[in-house]
């Protein structure tokens, strides 16, 4: 009875109270959203090297770092360092630039695929024409980068059904930065 009686007695005092803990609420919902966004930067691989990159979000790939640039069978030369799909068995796991495949496995983390564009729409990407550019095509290939394929295609098919099947009929999940 106390508490119907105190409510009764200062209602100003309920709904100040009441405003504060709804502040509150929205404030931890607020900065619990503010957590999911992206990082500013994304995983990148170096066919070079054989390990990770750590590069600014909007680098297009291929991109040339100081280990040079890359033979890509069929294509010609071009930077070594390319986009990089990562996926886990286990969920996030902490990763470090100059990982190498091994490493990486030894975490339980799988290169899914590389990416990258075709030297004909690179010119077109890195302009400011590159925004309005709404599906450029995507070649991907295995860690080997030793083929390269459309996205779309068969072959293409083939190396994303090998990413469903990483983790014995569970779905991995991508680990993003």
């Known amino acids: 009875m106390q508490i119907k009686q105190l409510i009764n007695d200062n209602p100003a005092v309920i709904v100040v109270v009441s405003i504060v803990l709804l502040l509150l609420a929205g404030l931890r919902f607020t900065m619990a959203l503010g957590g999911s966004t992206l ?20 680098t297009v790939a291929p991109v040339e770092i100081d280990t040079g640039v890359f033979q890509y069978p069929g294509m010609g030369p071009a930077g070594s ?16 630039p100059g990982m190498t495949v091994s490493e990486l496995d030894a ?62 009929g569970d779905l991995p999940k991508m680990l993003r930065r």
């Open 39 to 58: 990082s500013e930067d994304k995983w990148m691989f170096d066919l070079n090297a054989g390990a990770l990159v750590l590069a600014s979000r909007g």
């Open 81 to 96: 360092v390319v986009d990089v799909a990562l996926y886990s068995c286990e969920g996030s796991v902490k990763l470090a």
């Open 107 to 168: 975490k339980g983390v799988r290169v899914g695929f590389l990416s990258r564009y075709p030297d004909e729409v690179l010119s077109v990407l890195m302009s400011e024409q590159g925004n309005a550019m709404t599906e450029a095509p995507v070649l991907i290939s295995d860690v080997s980068g030793q083929k390269w394929v459309g996205q779309e295609s068969r072959p293409g098919a083939e190396i994303m059904d090998k990413v469903g099947g990483m983790c014995g």
